[in-house]
């Protein structure tokens, strides 16, 4: 079955830090990849997306994600957070051949100002 | 544009009592899922649907139904709450398989 993993789920950070999440998933066949965030008091919005192609995509935000398929990972990346990016950000795989989504546990990150 | 709209946004319920959480998107989205949100559990998906008339279950399917009878609503129904089911619900909609999906605001659901 499909699974996903985030290595942390609370991240503290000074603004102007760089943030690096992880995210690994078990699945032997073609997935799609997503990250998505939930700010404070609001519903998921998606950051980014990765389908086929370049392995490195580039989100809102100045949020990015590398695919490393021979990882199974997709972790996200941003050079400088801000105190704005607090928030919970979640992990997703889906199959290609399918529709169901699975999420992974979040990392809440809280950015200090 | 509405995007996925769910009601009521807070509830509190008895064991036992049933409910039935609304949602409903006017994007003309064939997909459509429920998942509920736990601490620590990230979402998991509870039911999804990939156009009228077609439902099936996801990761944590029991004491919940579905039904799509059309496009645009979706419907998730407890049948006897249990303060297991104390939880946040979030209905997504996508236009295709591949698409990202949008979400509604939630629905907090609390089970005494």
């Known amino acids: 079955a499909q699974s996903v993993s985030q290595h942390n789920h609370h991240v503290i950070l000074s603004e102007a830090a760089s943030l690096e999440l992880g995210c690994n998933y078990s699945?032997?066949?073609?997935?799609?990849l997503f990250w998505y965030v939930q700010y404070p008091g609001q519903h998921l919005q998606l950051l980014l997306k990765?389908?086929?192609?370049?392995?490195l995509v580039k989100g809102i935000k100045g949020f990015e994600a590398e695919f490393i398929k021979s990882k199974f990972s997709f972790n996200l990346r941003k050079p400088s957070v801000q105190w704005s990016d607090t928030a919970e950000y979640f992990c997703?795989?889906?199959?290609?051949?399918?529709?169901?989504?699975?999420f992974g546990a979040g990392t809440r990150l809280f950015v200090k100002a | 544009n509405a995007g996925v709209t769910q009601t009521p946004k807070f509830q509190v319920l008895k064991t036992g009592q049933s409910m039935t959480l609304q949602c409903a998107q006017d994007m003309n989205h064939e997909y459509m899922s429920w998942y509920r949100q736990d601490p620590g559990m990230g979402l998991r998906l509870i039911h999804y649907?990939?156009?009228?008339?077609?439902?099936d279950q996801g990761e944590v399917p029991n004491g919940y139904n579905v039904s799509r009878s059309t496009t645009e609503d979706f419907p998730l129904r407890l049948l006897s709450a249990a303060p297991s089911q104390t939880s946040v619900y979030f209905c997504?909609?996508?236009?295709?398989?591949?698409?990202?999906?949008?979400f509604g605001d939630g629905t907090r659901l609390s089970i005494l």
């Open positions: 997703a795989v889906r199959d290609t051949g399918g529709f169901k989504t699975i």
């Open positions: 699945y032997g066949g073609t997935v799609n």
């Open positions: 649907s990939v156009g009228a008339g077609i439902t």
């Open positions: 990765y389908f086929s192609g370049d392995p």
């Open positions: 997504a909609s996508s236009r295709t398989e591949d698409q990202p999906q949008h």
